[in-house]
């Protein structure tokens, strides 16, 4: 059973910076894409970014140029660098595996803040 830990949330003003880490079980990111989400109050979880096996990224419009999605492979961890936050980014950020039908459990999840 995958267990992913996602942490490195915070309160930050609006231009701020964040890096969000996901670590797991096991070695499986080498082997699966992974994506970031999130989801804010009354909203829907969201697709924000992703990282295939073979490092390739893609990101939602929203935050194409200022977050970047990354992987270490010697500490199992793929890795979320947040700029220029935005107020309405305010959201729990969560990270799997990067289509539904590949979804392992979700994890706690973890809360970044952005305050005007």
């Known amino acids: 059973q995958v267990q992913l830990v996602e942490s490195g949330g915070g309160s930050v003003q609006a231009g701020g910076s964040l890096r969000l880490s996901c670590a797991a079980s096991?070695?499986?990111?080498?082997?699966?894409?992974i994506g970031w989400y999130r989801q804010a109050p009354r909203k829907q979880r969201e697709l924000v970014a992703t990282i295939s096996t073979g490092r390739r990224t893609n990101y939602a419009d929203s935050v194409k140029g200022r977050f970047t999605i990354y992987r270490d492979s010697a500490n199992n961890t793929v890795y979320l660098q947040m700029n220029s936050l935005r107020p309405e980014e305010t959201a729990v950020y969560y990270c799997?595996?990067?289509?539904?039908?590949?979804?392992?459990?979700w994890g706690q999840g973890t809360q970044v803040t952005v305050s005007s």
């Open positions: 799997n595996a990067d289509l539904p039908t590949r979804w392992w459990s």
């Open positions: 096991g070695s499986i990111f080498s082997r699966n894409a």
